[in-house]
DNA sequence: TGATTTCCATACCGTTCCGCATAAAATAGA
DNA sequence: TCTATTTTATGCGGAACGGTATGGAAATCA
């Protein structure tokens, strides 16, 4: 059962739960980014949160929906930080480098080695066998690529003549999608760098 | 055991097996290609296969070294195909046009939904916990990666003045990447189109 | 034909999986 | 203090997991 959320004045009449559904949210979501969703056990999820089971179960549901769960976030997160960094004032240029500057330093995180994006690296491999892992995926390309699109639309000038904000904006989602791919496997930062760096070049090139 | 193969004339002791171990091991790789590394059991794989555990054990070994066998053999048919394509004759354009529509073709098949590109939608999820996927997988990007940008750097007059093969190569891997995961979220054939006529026209755009 | 070699099918092993049932612990209100 | 209510802890149970032992079936050579 779902915990019922206090509305107006915080009133919890039993026992106060001694942790914090986001953080452990977050937590579970780090043990769903190393190993994948089919690979982490419901005892990996207990031990990376500290909660036990029944407290998982209660707090979140089953191991799918919490894997959900943590999907929504990080693709709430992901498209907050994506709109922040494309409201950032300067030229196109650097605001798309200091995007994707970001975004590698993200991906290259982690313990043992690089996580990649979370989304791409878990969610795409469950995507075939589960249409609600599919639909909201299909969701967030099609949101990154309409505010890439809407970014670029409003900088025609710097944009090669004739181009199509549309078509660059899944450009610039493309560009994302390698740089998670290639992190996940290991690529230093140089090497990320330099792909989007080319990629940037071609979508503001001026003649 | 791995099986014998015999080397010179074939001379055959015992019973023949009854199965095409090329076949088998094509059919153990759609297995994994649907639900990837881990929610794929040894029963799916028997089932996909025909043989039954015992016989996969004597031809493959265990399941790791089953999985490696299909990324091995997947790795060299992407890389034979993208070289064929890459030695067809007439412009460099229709050159990369016809390469990730015959790619996006692949990926988009599948019997109850989109599979995708079977490196990107399976290894790329194990490669964090297993440093044999993740080697193989940056060898493989680093292959497509050369041999875009040796094509690229024999046709320097159909790129944009000044531009890098290296660089540009790399691009050209990362169109294969997003069409990879967008077709494994479901993307129809119009869209994964628009998406490679805009990267070809970003990489082959003289002003 | 008989012996030998290899393949195949059944069944089992210990482990791990997910989910839940039950009881103890901790707080608020009476 | 005592009761009600919610969270935590322990541990169970049925199922599925990966891997293997064992015995029978099939095909070839001597």
């Not at 922040?84 to 300067?90: D, K, M, N, V």
């Not at 240029?93 to 330093?105: F, K, M």
Request: charged share 20%; hydrophobic share 40%.
């Amino acid at each position: 059962m779902v915990q019922k959320e206090p509305s107006g004045s915080a009133k919890p009449r039993g026992r106060p739960r001694g942790y914090d559904p986001a953080t452990a949210l977050r937590q579970a979501r780090d043990a769903f980014w190393r190993n994948g969703f089919s690979a982490t056990s419901l005892d990996d999820l207990s031990a990376a949160t500290g909660l036990n089971r029944p407290s998982l179960y209660g707090a979140f549901g089953d191991k799918k929906a919490l894997y959900m769960a943590t999907l929504q976030r990080s693709r709430t997160e992901m498209l907050a930080g994506l709109e922040l960094g494309l409201s950032a004032p300067g030229p196109l240029r650097e605001v798309l480098l200091a995007i994707y500057a970001g975004a590698s330093a993200i991906y290259r995180s982690g313990s043992e080695a690089q996580r990649g994006c979370f989304l791409i690296g878990t969610a795409v491999t469950e995507s075939v066998a589960d249409p609600e892992v599919r639909k909201l995926l299909d969701q967030v390309f099609g949101e990154l690529d309409a505010a890439f699109a809407a970014r670029l639309a409003a900088s025609p000038d710097e944009l090669p003549p004739g181009a199509d904000p549309q078509a660059l904006g899944s450009m610039a989602t493309a560009i994302l999608h390698t740089l998670a791919v290639r992190a996940r496997t290991g690529a230093d930062e140089a090497s990320l760098r330099a792909i989007y760096e080319a990629g940037v070049g071609l979508i503001c090139a001026r003649p």
